[in-house]
């Protein structure tokens, strides 16, 4: 096991109706004036913005509200939110949303504290100081809610930066998987795929004697092979949904992934195809994965059985242990078909034609040095290999 | 799954040489005078006190120093640190030893920023506000090390009491499994068992629907099972070392245990065992739970079935559940005597004649009101009866 250093200082707050519990926890964290920052229209149609300003008129906490944030948040409303936040006084940012809200807020959170331009951050200087940030999470497992991590996408050049710090990691995070219960079976399949995604990354590690972090991975994707499927037949299954949540949040604290190297190909190599084709991360990964497995499964046979075996059920075959590892991907293949991802390009909407420019703007594209690292190191020829897997 | 709320806000830094991290660490999290408080000699003899020293020296962080830590610290102890860090302007504790060292730690903490006696937080008073608190672990999963808790023993009338508070978590916990290396294989053995009992009091539950915090557990004893045997065998083996260590502190930061009931029982009747024979709670606890576990199998026998095919590899009998269920309980009974744990009362010490003694102090004591509860609600007759079993 490597060293590492684990840090998550952020309270969880999980089950049923727990948003009406908003107040309660702005109250505990010092907060006085709130602003309330959320994205479209279906927080106030679901009655969920009612019920947070009710919580906080309970605790006589005054709010201003800025609604509008977009997917791949933009700083424009990032700069609207600060000026807001310094003209009234706001001391606490409230998300209300998914992923893009609660980066949204933090930009927000860090740029009140600072003079200079808050682009600052996201154009490499630390963020030592902000404003407290909460969250009420209204998708499983956006992984901002627990993070020190925030991206904004810039309106001139459109240029998408990451900013880091611990002083932008939420001081509470709300997490009530009923207001999940709202999103078309092809998100809620494109969410666990998702968090299966990020375990898989973690397991394919070139790190040895890592017992511990193995078996809780094999854990959290067992869990989803069991929860999944129940959530796709019946939406309205409460526990089902519960179940996955708390298994997408330990997946992002990085419990199960310290002291060990990660992979994070199947990321890198997908996120050109929603770049691209506009598809959903977790339809992507979908058919990205099993190709990127099969690739990758020479590279370490045993660690490829492993799984299969403990988590996929398959026999071990002792003799032919890459048979074996073999089964683990296709028993993995057929778990995402059967909860209604793609499964090739040609469902995903993606081109064969388009290999060579996917190939090229993923090892060129950004300032890339012609390969991409992870468990193994891919070049030119491996990656357009990989993407030919998903045809 | 029930609601639930998840704090665990310490920064855990793990890993080879990490205590030398020490004064970097009380400076990030704002020390500039630090107590250094310990236990006896060994950590004087071991050189790690001289590493600490060296570290906040490095920083430019003056220090103190209180050694003289017993097990179940008193609160003679804790009134003397707490005169000494008015005195001398301390703002930061570093504890360096195990749970008993954290817990008078946190003790003083809380103390000096109070004008009235610190024993008032033994007696029901919240702790709201103390002095941050730093510890570098010497002995695997102590629990202090990540908890908001602490117990203390008032030498008046030997009173031991515990307060809790979120103000005196730990800042940060360095865990270095090699600074555990000295300890004899008997108490490495009585630690295993010690964590394997706080994963076993989390799985007996009554709440249904938690696939992700049982597979989770599962996944922490399956870790034990593979490592317990390995640092027996090889005290000097890291990897095993570093492995038992996060799964040991995984288990108590009860991310594995949210959102359901718990058991305990077999916590509060070894109690009244190492209280009266003066033997290692561990090694107690080795002796309690198979005996616990076999009461208390009928009460959910598909419970017991499903840890002896998961975590204990037995087969299931599915016409005869509760064949699988014994075969679990029994594997877990030869595991814990294959490392060295005693068996029954006579290699504990114990005493067959003891047992109505035993039964009144853990049903009437402390103001008792003759039940215990958790997996089930015990009475009398029942926890002769599983006495009986251990003789």
């Not at 930066?161 to 001081?171: L, Q």
């Not at 009923?178 to 990020?198: C, R």
């Amino acid at each position: 096991m490597e060293n590492f250093e684990f840090y998550s200082p952020t309270c969880f707050v999980f089950g049923k109706e727990t948003e009406n519990r908003a107040g309660e926890l702005v109250k505990r964290f010092g907060g006085t004036k709130v602003l309330i920052h959320y994205g479209g229209g279906s927080v106030v149609r679901s009655g969920l913005l009612d019920r947070v300003k009710t919580s906080l008129d309970k605790e006589n906490i005054p709010y201003v509200e800025l609604g509008g944030v977009k997917p791949n948040p933009r700083s424009g409303l990032v700069y609207e939110g600060i000026d807001l936040c310094k003209k009234e006084g706001v001391d606490f940012i409230l998300a209300v949303g998914g992923g893009s809200t609660i980066d949204s807020s933090k930009a927000i959170a860090a740029g009140v504290l600072y003079d200079g331009d808050f682009w600052d951050f996201y154009s490499g200087k630390p963020i030592t100081e902000a404003l407290p940030v909460g969250t009420i999470l209204t998708i499983a497992a956006a992984g901002s809610e627990g993070s020190g991590d925030s991206v904004i996408t810039k309106e001139e050049g459109m240029l998408k930066r990451g900013a880091s710090g611990n002083a932008i990691r939420p001081k509470f995070s709300i997490l009530n998987p009923a207001l999940t219960q709202t999103l078309p079976a092809y998100q809620i399949a494109a969410g666990i795929t998702d968090i299966m995604a990020h375990l898989y990354e973690r397991y394919l590690t070139n790190t040895e004697e890592v017992e511990v972090t193995d078996r809780l991975i094999e854990a959290l994707l067992l869990t989803m092979i069991h929860e999944g499927p129940r959530v796709i037949a019946d939406p309205d299954n409460y526990e089902a949904r519960a179940n996955i949540m708390w298994a997408g949040t330990m997946a992002h604290t990085n419990s199960c992934g310290v002291g060990r190297s990660q992979d994070w190909l199947s990321h890198m190599i997908e996120h050109e195809l929603s770049a691209l084709y506009d598809c959903a991360h977790g339809a992507g990964l979908a058919v990205t994965m099993p190709a990127v497995h099969t690739y990758e499964m020479p590279h370490n046979v045993m660690r490829f059985a492993q799984v299969a075996v403990r988590v996929w059920g398959c026999q071990m075959d002792f003799a032919h242990p890459e048979v074996t590892a073999k089964a683990g991907i296709e028993a993995f293949r057929n778990y995402l078909i059967s909860i209604g991802m793609p499964k090739n390009f040609e469902e995903l909407g993606a081109k064969e034609e388009d290999i060579p420019k996917l190939v090229d703007v993923l090892l060129h594209g950004n300032g890339g040095n012609g390969t991409i690292s992870g468990f193994m190191t891919l070049g030119e020829e491996d990656c357009t290999k990989i993407y030919q897997l998903m045809v």
